[in-house]
């Protein structure tokens, strides 16, 4: 009974231990989570109404400032115009690419981010997806939430909350340096 009772207990802990094994196992961020973009801008780096993020990523041999915001967001908003200004600056060397998540965080609708890249001038890719799990894909926990992607679509960081344009000039160097070495 006693010999039962101890081979129960061990088959319990093996399994226990299994599953924490494969939660462990999960991707990072930005390894997965492949998207649509359904663009709200006309942009010279597409001619397309959608793009798919990750042939873009495979296209396209520049590191990627990927941005998830909210059009009710305030933060989002905040930080608008000091990725326009980055863009600006480095987008030869940087592929800036915004997603508006609004309508799944509950901040927003896609006609409130439509108004706001016009409000603020966006030029850079910018657009709203049609997938869900893009909140679960990306692990999106706040709003607006940015990644620093090398070349080849792995995140070399992650900046939650709104970036200073300072903060932001010196990730996008960063990103630019590392993405070189």
């Known amino acids: 009974m006693n010999r039962s009772r101890i081979t ?38 597409t001619s397309e109404t959608s793009i798919d993020f990750d042939e873009l990523v495979a296209n396209d041999n520049r590191p990627i400032l990927l941005n998830f915001w909210a059009g009710a967001c305030p933060p989002c908003r905040a930080e608008m115009p000091a990725l326009e200004k980055a863009w600006k600056e480095h987008g030869d060397e940087v592929l800036f690419i915004g997603v508006d998540v609004g309508p799944y965080v509950g901040l927003g609708s896609y006609i409130q981010g439509r108004a706001i890249i016009d409000e603020f001038g966006i030029t850079y890719i910018t657009g709203n997806t049609f997938n869900r799990s893009v909140i679960t894909d ?23 909350g709104a970036i200073s344009s300072s903060r932001l000039n010196q990730k996008v160097l960063e990103l630019i340096e590392a993405n070189d070495g």
């Not at 924490?20 to 990072?28: G, I, N, R, T, V």
Request: net charge negative; proline share 3%.
């Open 8 to 45: 129960t207990h061990v088959i319990l802990l093996l399994v226990a231990a299994t599953m924490l094994a494969a939660c462990s196992k999960d991707e990072e961020p930005g390894t997965k989570g492949n998207f649509v973009l359904n663009l709200y801008v006309e942009t010279s780096e």
């Open 138 to 160: 990306w692990q999106l926990s706040s709003m607006p939430s940015t990644f620093f992607l090398k070349d080849d679509g792995k995140v070399y960081d992650i900046v939650v």
